[in-house]
């Protein structure tokens, strides 16, 4: 009953899209103007539907209802709640559902509390999101209904990947989606712009903070992903420029450089073309980023829904909607005139510099990722990983990194170096530049096998930490606006992540060492003993867990307990890693197999300080949170002074 | 408009974000028509044998050298022991492939003499000198991640041709391809 209620509140709610796509293309026309009405009411029902076939959908896997199909493939009675319903978007049709569901529960949002931008522009807005909304309906409804009953219920589910079943992983992939799909909205409001031709500081100022929260969402789901394969996969690496991972860095890259663009686009009015030609480019990248994962057309170690067939829908999608955008692009971004100009060195410059190098580092990261592909089709197989990716986009992303302490200290418009602006920018900047080449010297002499990238990595970082705090000297603190405070803490996260990866790369130590019960060995600064094994047995699964005690320079002893998991439904393995954290950085070791002669293998890496690179990523998504929330107070400030002064009014009888 | 002289210009590179596109769906199409095919080639296919001299393993056959490959015909590098068994299976593949005139050199991996006598004896002996490889050395120079494993080698000592895991007999025809298209190529370099 809940299934079919799921699978006709989806119809309707479809049926709506096509409506709101509909009245919005009518309400655009001059005899049109009345349907316009219509196109926020029907936006808000259309999300209302939408949440509810997903909450019939979560009831499903949470009752494990075994007559739906898609139940039965993916979850089991045995499983714990938060994975039964993690479950629920763990498989292709419960995240193509998530997907809508986002989407359209973004577009009610934007219908109920968007007020400033002109009226023309948002019914055009909504009205693309309707139709991007459209075709993943119609991937829905008639290629991957997630709602299918089986003809005969079946007596137990299949369960859920085993690799899945964690609990970072039962929310990183909605996070991720949050941003993809928030990006959606931005690319509507690019589309809606470039219909109604009306692209200004108004349509920035509506469609900064949809980017914003797309932007933390992806940055948070980001490092929590790597965090999740740093100690899911036992392999002791934080990314492997995986195609998986490479699809998610990319829509990044593009949030990243339309978040600088379009902030001067609101308040300087300048790149308003860069700034379109972003918000279609970012939501493009996620799309195909999803192509890339669906269609399994490049091997990836975490394609877990892969079929062709969906790939060529996701394909026909992208081509509709992409090709779309960007034939509109072509044609109209001639009549937006010219925004304000600016001079090389200022605020806007710098700006520009940066867009330029991240889009660089988004194409690096694309042609790596689709070199194999490329090289396929004239029979030669490649795969491209580290060796071209590291060093290759350190040649944008190190310039760009400079730049980014440099230009938050510029004036907007035209700055000069001279005079009382050498003491606010040059000097201070000259210190921190010289703290980065002391570090650099000093790891080149004092450790010769550091190769230049991580020696670099680590110069940077040391220079880039201090830089990011100078845009608050001589600042009143208490009255700095919240969005200020958001960029340094943004910036001094990049430079925190930086050392981490650099110092990762750098001072990591690795051990292999096979050991019988009461062995030692040393790892770095540590000492480790392997003091006794255990099996032990989860709800649906049973391991292996050994005892390993380790000392961290002669200091009292902690235990850790790596384990060996097998998972009975569906039965696979997984190693599950045991990490000490010091305030310096961490020990992994991870339980390998016995040997013939009864010893166990086992894998140590000692990593200097690794978790900074997972804080400095918390600490730009926390940035980017007090950003947002500064720019949502100055709103609601605004809105309720605007009603105090009308209630003013009205009792003056005005 | 004022700036009518300059759009021409402009126009065009208007056009290459649609071109890039373009581009890429015809890469997505072809990938995706593409049939899967995860198989991936050795590097080794096409570089000569490393340089190496194995002692022999067996009593009644001499060991192998590199040497021994640069006679001019093709033959047969088969990798195996007598701890494993698919190289049982593969035996009468390989007898098949010896009646039909092919040379057929072995390498035994990490084995004992006595066990290999045992295993010859069972399982027949269709190998012209059999090399001992007890530290893997040879295995590991010519890529060869298992046993059994089997190469067509040319005339002049170069690799043409791997084949990984058994010899089954529906591959017996396959390996003589090879070895006759392997016979062309050694005489043409």
């Given at each position: 009953m809940i299934a079919e209620l799921g699978l006709a509140v989806l119809w309707m709610a479809a049926a709506l899209a096509a409506l709101q796509l509909v009245a919005g293309a009518l309400a655009l026309r001059p005899e049109g103007g009345q349907l316009g009405g219509l196109v926020r009411p029907v936006a808000v029902m259309q999300g209302v539907l939408v949440l509810i076939a997903f909450a019939a959908l979560v009831w499903l896997f949470v009752t494990t209802d075994l007559s739906v199909k898609l139940v039965v493939e993916n979850s089991h009675s045995a499983k714990p709640l938060i994975f039964k319903i993690a479950g629920t978007w763990g498989n292709h049709e419960g995240s193509m559902l998530l997907w809508v569901t986002i989407m359209a529960v973004a577009g009610a949002f934007v219908a109920v509390i968007e007020r400033r931008l002109d009226e023309r522009t948002l019914i055009a807005t909504l009205g693309g999101q309707a139709f991007i909304s459209l075709g993943f309906y119609a991937f829905l409804l008639f290629a991957s209904n997630p709602f299918a009953r089986l003809a005969q219920p079946a007596e137990e589910g299949q369960g859920l990947n085993p690799l899945?079943?964690?609990?970072?992983?039962a929310f990183h992939p909605p996070t991720l989606y949050v941003g993809y799909v928030g990006l959606s909205i931005a690319f509507s409001f690019a589309i809606g712009a470039l219909i109604t031709r009306n692209v200004g500081p108004a349509f920035a100022r509506a469609m900064r903070p949809w980017v914003l929260g797309a932007w933390i969402f992806l940055t948070l789901g980001i490092t929590a992903g790597s965090y999740w394969a740093y100690y899911t996969l036992g392999w002791g690496g934080w990314w492997f420029w995986d195609p998986v991972e490479n699809a998610s860095l990319m829509p990044w890259l593009a949030a990243t450089a339309l978040l600088h663009s379009v902030s001067v686009l609101q308040s300087r009015d300048a790149l308003r073309a860069w700034t379109v030609m972003l918000g279609v480019l970012a939501f493009s990248m996620s799309m195909v980023g999803t192509f890339l994962v669906r269609s399994g057309i490049l091997t990836s170690v975490h394609a877990f829904a892969v079929d062709p067939q969906r790939g060529a829908f996701i394909l026909a999608?992208?081509?509709?909607?992409i090709g779309g955008a960007l034939a509109l692009f072509t044609l109209r971004v001639s009549t937006v005139t010219e925004g304000a100009r600016f001079s090389l060195l200022s605020r806007e410059a710098s700006l520009v510099f940066n867009n330029v190098m991240l889009c660089g580092i988004l194409g690096i990261v694309l042609i790596g990722t689709l070199y194999p592909l490329m090289t396929e089709a004239y029979g030669v197989k490649v795969s491209v990983g580290p060796p071209y990716f590291n060093p290759v986009s350190a040649i944008f992303a190190f310039p760009m990194l400079v730049v980014m302490a440099i230009g938050p200290l510029l004036r907007w418009r035209r700055d000069r170096l001279t005079g009382d602006r050498a003491a606010r920018v040059t000097w201070p900047l000259a210190v921190c530049a010289a703290l980065a080449l002391a570090v650099f010297v000093g790891v080149e002499t004092l450790a010769h096998h550091i190769t230049l990238l991580p020696a670099l990595g680590l110069a940077l970082a040391s220079g880039l930490f201090p830089a990011s705090f100078l845009p608050l000297v001589g600042r009143n603190l208490r009255r700095t606006p919240l969005p200020v405070w958001g960029m340094v803490v943004a910036h001094a996260g990049i430079a925190v992540s930086l050392f981490g990866m650099a110092s990762e790369s750098a001072f990591s130590v690795e051990r292999l060492a096979a050991l019988t019960i009461g062995e030692s060995r040393d790892v770095g600064p540590w000492q480790v003993r392997l003091d006794g094994m255990m099996p032990v047995a989860g709800p649906n699964w049973t391991a292996l867990q050994a005892s390993v005690s380790t000392r961290y320079a002669g200091a009292a002893p902690t235990v850790l307990h790596p384990?060996?998991?097998?998972?009975?439904?569906?039965?696979?393995?997984?190693?599950?890693?045991?990490?000490?954290?010091?305030?310096?950085?961490?020990?992994?070791?991870?339980l390998g197999e016995q040997a013939q002669d009864g010893r166990w293998q086992m894998r140590f890496w000692w990593k200097p300080f690794v978790p900074l690179i997972w804080a400095g990523g918390a600490m730009v998504g926390l940035g980017g949170l007090l950003a947002l929330l500064g720019r949502v107070m100055s709103d609601l400030r605004r809105l309720i002074a605007k009603d105090k002064i009308a209630y003013r009014r009205t009792r003056q009888g005005r | 408009m004022s700036d009518n002289t300059?759009?021409?210009?402009?126009?065009?590179?208007l056009w290459l974000p649609l071109a890039i596109f373009g581009g890429l769906f015809a890469l997505f199409v072809h990938g995706l028509m593409r049939p899967a095919d995860n198989n991936v080639p050795s590097t080794f296919v096409g570089n000569p044998l490393p340089q190496f001299d194995l002692p022999a393993a067996a009593a009644d056959r001499p060991g192998l050298a590199t040497s021994a490959f640069r006679t001019g015909k093709p033959r047969l590098l088969n990798v195996f022991a007598s701890w494993c068994v698919p190289c049982a299976a593969e035996a009468p593949q390989l007898a098949a492939l010896a009646q039909a005139g092919v040379d057929v050199e072995g390498v035994a991996i990490h084995d004992r003499p006595e066990d290999l006598a045992r295993f010859l004896a069972n399982n027949g002996n269709p190998y012209a000198a059999i090399g001992r490889d007890d530290k893997r050395v040879v295995q590991i120079a010519i890529g060869s991640s298992g046993v059994p494993e089997t190469y067509v080698i040319d005339g002049q000592g170069v690799i043409r041709y791997?084949?990984?895991?058994?010899?089954?007999a529906d591959d017996v025809p396959m390996l003589l391809g090879k070895l006759k298209e392997a016979a062309s190529k050694g005489a043409g370099s």
């Open positions: 899945l079943q964690d609990i970072g992983l999608l992208l081509a509709i909607d384990m060996a998991e097998t998972f009975t439904n569906p039965p696979g393995t997984r190693n599950e890693s045991a990490l000490q954290t010091r305030w310096n950085g961490q020990l992994y070791v991870v | 300059e759009k021409p210009r402009n126009r065009l590179a791997q084949h990984i895991g058994d010899i089954r």
